[in-house]
């Protein structure tokens, strides 16, 4: 194995914390220190900030030909080293190896889709109606960004934002997530060996989000930030970006419904849930949240769930034949063992799981909990675990009713046989993203977003690279 990255990336070099500082870096499914990373204070993040905005001109510059081809190279190591990769990106999140091997592919493929959209960024040359005045249209980066990175996706949420701003021609800082920095860091290791110049990516990890982000944000030389995380950090982000007009993506929580028809195969239905409820071990924006189940198939369908999960394999993610790894740390455990307390004391039955086990790491087993009262929680919660809550309903008009009788609006799963009513409840959903009869809706080529409080914006797809570019028009008259 390479060796691992443990400092800030600025300017194209490797460096140290002005003030010297370190943060442990744990492994969840030990609880012990994999390593130290450097801590980024405000002084480390005003020199990633120098840097990019110092090489944003002559990256703007470069040939979108240049730009495809450094994602091309960077998309072709990562694939090489996708073992490595694998391996980093289970110590440090937990994730089982299968699913992180599962995960690098998803992440070189942003940088494949974003090589092949750099060298189509278009324009246009137009007369206007008046007959007058031509409009050449143009279109140019929006110049340095902030990118801030959650941990369920260490590499994939990197990917997805560097990818396109890259192919964009904008620099940028990458903050990521404080339990997950080695990814990135690898990442940015990956990127200069594919000849990305200095200081067109910085990476910055850090425990100190706010005193790093908040300067950033409101220092006016910053023009974008894109952002995946909580609604809550969303909220607070978007506030900041206010003052100085910092344009803004923003991907956030969700409380995606999983809607189970009377007329849908059930074992289409039960292989979709386990992909939407067990993807990731739950820890997903994507991960369904509230399973709204026919109530004549509700039973069925519950026995069949808890009987698949019953059988996955929790332990380490680096162990052989493990389904299940730990979820990312303590608070995000107990978060999942208050929703279930609260969830069964209003009435819920536990079919599988509900019970955390003794000893080392975070484990939490899968859970699937029936006849779970609307007042539960975890109803109005990301649970981001592995614990699927069924509820039953009656008709449609009702079910798309309670689906979307809440603040967010990311995705939703439609499960049933009849074209009509699929696409009707598909479109009656107050969501970004729908999936009709599967579990999966996450690939490069379509554009992730969401509605309502989920977020602004969209990431991949041929609209990907939209949110890192401007329009310029100008008016030449006709003489
Ligand atoms: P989670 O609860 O899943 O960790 P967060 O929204 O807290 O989700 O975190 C997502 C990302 O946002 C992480 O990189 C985190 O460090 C960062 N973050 C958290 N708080 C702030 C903040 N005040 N300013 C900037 N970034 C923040």
Redesign the pocket.
């Known amino acids: 194995m390479t060796e691992v990255l443990t400092q800030l990336f600025i300017g194209g070099a490797w460096v140290d914390a002005a003030d010297g500082a370190t943060m442990p870096v744990d492994d969840p499914a030990t609880g012990e220190i994999l390593c130290h990373v450097a801590d980024a204070g405000p002084k480390d993040a005003k020199l990633a900030e120098e840097a990019a905005v110092q090489a944003q001109a002559e990256w703007a510059r470069t040939a979108p030909r240049a730009r495809s081809e450094i994602l091309r190279r960077a998309y072709e190591l990562i694939l090489e080293r996708t073992d490595e990769l694998a391996h980093l990106m289970t110590s440090e999140m937990g994730k089982p190896l299968a699913e992180a091997r599962g995960e690098v592919a998803y992440a070189a493929e942003f940088f494949r889709w974003f090589s092949e959209e750099a060298v189509r960024i278009d324009g246009g040359c137009g007369t206007l109606p008046d007959g007058r005045n031509r409009m050449l249209l143009s279109r140019r980066p929006v110049g340095p960004c902030l990118l801030?990175?959650?941990?369920?996706f260490p590499l994939a949420m990197g990917t997805r934002k560097i990818g396109p701003a890259i192919a964009a021609g904008c620099t940028m800082i990458l903050?990521?997530?404080?339990?997950t920095p080695l990814s990135s860091l690898a990442l940015a290791g990956i990127l200069k060996e594919a000849g990305l110049p200095d200081g067109v990516l910085n990476v910055v990890t850090?425990?100190r989000?706010?005193e790093?982000?908040?300067p950033l944000?409101r220092g006016g030389r910053i023009r974008k930030l894109s952002?995946?995380?909580?609604?809550?950090?969303?909220r607070?982000?978007l506030a900041?970006c206010a003052d100085t007009v910092v344009r803004t993506s923003m991907e956030?929580g969700g409380n995606a419904p999983f809607i189970v028809f009377d007329d849908a195969d059930l074992d289409v239905a039960v292989d979709g849930a386990m992909v939407a409820k067990m993807r990731n071990m739950g820890?997903a924006c994507t991960a369904a949240n509230r399973f709204f189940v026919h109530r004549s198939v509700a039973e069925e369908f519950g026995r069949r769930l808890a009987e698949r999960m019953g059988a996955l394999v929790v332990g380490p993610g680096t162990r052989d034949g493990v389904d299940v790894g730990p979820l990312?740390d303590r608070t995000?455990r107990g978060k999942v063992e208050e929703l279930v307390a609260d969830a069964v004391e209003r009435g819920a039955r536990v079919l599988v799981g509900g019970r955390t086990p003794e000893g080392p790491g975070c484990f939490y087993p899968p859970t699937v909990l029936t006849d779970v009262s609307p007042e539960s929680r975890l109803m109005d919660t990301e649970i981001?675990g592995p614990v699927a809550a069924i509820l039953t309903f009656d008709d449609e008009d009702e079910v798309l009713r309670r689906a979307n009788d809440t603040p967010w609006g990311l995705v939703g799963y439609v499960f049933t046989q009849g074209l009509d009513r699929g696409l009707r409840v598909s479109e009656g959903l107050e969501v970004g993203m729908v999936g009709l009869n599967t579990g999966l809706v996450s690939n490069p080529a379509a554009p992730f977003g969401g509605v309502k409080q989920s977020g602004l914006g969209r990431e991949g797809g041929r609209v990907g690279i939209d949110e890192f570019l401007e329009y310029q028009y100008v008016a030449v008259p006709v003489r």
């Open positions: 801030i990175t959650p941990w369920n903050k990521p997530a404080p339990q850090t425990s989000a706010g790093v982000c908040e944000l952002f995946t995380g909580s609604t809550g950090v969303g607070i982000l900041q956030l820890e990312i995000g981001f």
